[in-house]
């Protein structure tokens, strides 16, 4: 069965309004997200999710050369990154797309919608 | 040759849904189409064309498939997979649902492809247009179509955006992205922007995927509604220019209207309103109707038209829709009032040239010339359809004061 990424992506907008944001205005979300959770794998279509810390704390590891090189920061100094994802497996992307309008109202987000290479 | 060529072209969505159905891959159903071809301008101008060239053109392209499946299956372990797909299911269609065609438009047209994606595949694999005449009726290099096309259907491979008709549920807004496909291919063969001022090719081409859509799915009635519009906007063809000219709705030629088209398009629009289940496509067809059926261009239902557009404006409250009902207006109340509604208008259609032209006929009818001169040079500032700049030009250069 078809395997798809789900990224909850953050841009400069939603960074700003989630730094307004209290513990108590974040628990509606994080209660959603987690029913949304739960529905995945009530429904096998789980396989993995999680939420990511943010940029400041990546450190990148570059070994394509001689030695490995370790440095402090993210990848590329976009103001957009990825605060989280599901893996799910759904049989075509209209079943895909059925759990990310679903997923991204559990997370007052947008949603992005990517296949996995056929494994 | 010609007559070959015809048929597959008329053929070609019904042999490439089949095969997508049988060995669910594009590229493969497509190579075999054009390979069935090849034999069929082989065989049948000795043989004479089959009875049933349709079937002739999907069994053969169906063997050519099944034959390269064999040779790649010698390379790679796919030999399972062909043994398997060994189905002769009959090419006719077994009922309305089953139609492979009607899968292959809601793949054609899936909203998770890009908007001109979605026009340049359903010409492609339902209308069997070659990529080259895409490319030149959308004018843009042909290199570029065929990217377009190719990224498209790498992208139904890879996402596996589904091959069959959406759940009930979803069906109604599903139907509304393969109408407004349709719609797109019809405007840009009949307000072309090509430099040309009609493109009988693309009118034709989205009636017949709309008469095919609409025996499909015959209880739909904005797919009814959708049928009509275009048959009563392509039975004012023929009088629509004059020369190199356009000829607006009042001035034209109601003798060279075509009556046959008329007549079936106000048959579809009486369809909808028994089933009275309104929407934007049924209602513009409405209006249609009201027109076509005036004796003359002073018989006009206006207050007919004028209920219609409210109809219309309160489903799709666009300033494109207040603009066209201010037609109407004009007819009931007058210019003053019509041209106030306009210009109400003027921040969100700035750069839409219908909106300066309504303006410069209303300013023209008030005496406003000066005004109207101006409207006039905006909208030909914006157009690139030759026999509506010729009409707007005339109607400039005629004014007085």
């Known amino acids: 069965m078809p ?93 895909a797309l059925e759990w990310a309008k679903r997923g991204s109202k559990a997370c007052q987000g947008p949603v992005e919608v990517r296949p996995f290479q056929e494994g | 040759m010609e007559a070959i060529e015809r048929v597959y072209r008329e053929e070609y969505g019904r042999i490439v849904a089949s095969l997508m159905r049988r060995f669910g891959d594009l590229d493969l159903a497509e190579d075999a189409a054009a390979e069935a071809l090849v034999v069929a301008l082989e065989k049948w101008p000795d043989d004479g064309v089959p009875p049933n060239p349709g079937g002739w053109l999907t069994t053969t392209a169906a063997r050519k498939a099944l034959d390269r499946i064999r040779r790649e299956s010698h390379r790679d372990a796919k030999h399972q997979a062909a043994q398997m797909i060994e189905d002769d299911t009959p090419h006719e269609p077994t009922g309305v649902v089953e139609d492979d065609r009607l899968r292959l438009i809601f793949t054609c047209c899936h909203p998770a492809l890009a908007p001109e994606a979605r026009v340049a595949l359903t010409l492609r694999l339902l209308g069997g247009l070659t990529v080259a005449e895409i490319a030149q009726a959308f004018l843009v290099p042909e290199t570029t179509m065929a990217q377009r096309i190719t990224r498209a259907k790498k992208k139904i491979a890879g996402a596996a955006i589904p091959y069959r008709v959406p759940e009930a549920a979803d069906l109604p807004e599903r139907v509304a992205g393969v109408l407004a496909v349709l719609y797109l291919v019809f405007n840009e063969g009949y307000l072309s922007t090509a430099g040309t001022s009609v493109r009988d090719d693309l009118t034709t081409e989205a009636i017949r995927l709309g008469r095919i859509l609409h025996s499909l799915l015959p209880d739909e009635p904005e797919v009814t509604g959708l049928l009509a519009l275009m048959l ?81 404006a309160r489903l799709d409250p666009s300033p494109i829709v207040a603009l066209n009902r201010a037609v109407a207006t004009a007819e009931l109340d007058g210019p003053a009032v019509a041209l106030a509604d306009v210009d109400r208008l003027g921040e969100a259609l700035e750069g839409y040239h219908p909106f300066h032209v309504t303006r410069a006929e209303l300013l023209r009818r008030l005496g406003r010339s000066a005004e109207a001169r101006a409207a006039y040079d905006v909208a030909l500032g914006l157009i690139d359809n030759p026999a509506e700049s010729a009409y707007l030009t005339r109607r400039r250069d005629q004014l007085r004061g």
């Not at chain 1, 974040?26 to 993995?48: K, R």
Request: with cysteine; glycine share 8%.
């Open chain 1, 3 to 95: 395997q798809y990424f789900l990224a909850v992506n953050h841009d400069e907008k939603s960074i700003a309004a989630m730094a307004e944001m209290t513990p108590e205005d974040m628990q509606p979300m994080f209660e959603a997200v987690g029913a949304f959770n739960e529905q995945l794998q009530a429904e096998g279509a789980w396989l993995f999710a999680g939420g990511l810390q943010t940029p400041d704390a990546s450190t990148v590891v570059d070994n394509s050369g001689e030695t490995a090189v370790v440095t402090d920061g993210p990848f590329s100094e976009s103001k957009e990154y990825l605060g989280g994802f599901w893996i799910i497996e759904a049989a075509d992307l209209d079943a």
């Open chain 2, 232 to 312: 009563l906007t392509e039975a004012r063809r023929d009088a629509r220019i004059a020369g190199d000219e356009l000829v607006p709705l009042p001035e034209q030629d109601r003798g060279a209207w075509s009556r046959p088209l008329i007549a079936e398009g106000h048959a579809l629009v009486r369809e909808c309103l028994r089933v009275n289940r309104p929407g934007r496509y049924q209602l513009l067809a409405a209006i249609n109707a009201v027109h076509t059926d005036a004796p003359d261009a002073a018989g006009t239902d206006w207050s007919q038209i004028a209920t219609l557009y409210a109809q219309l």
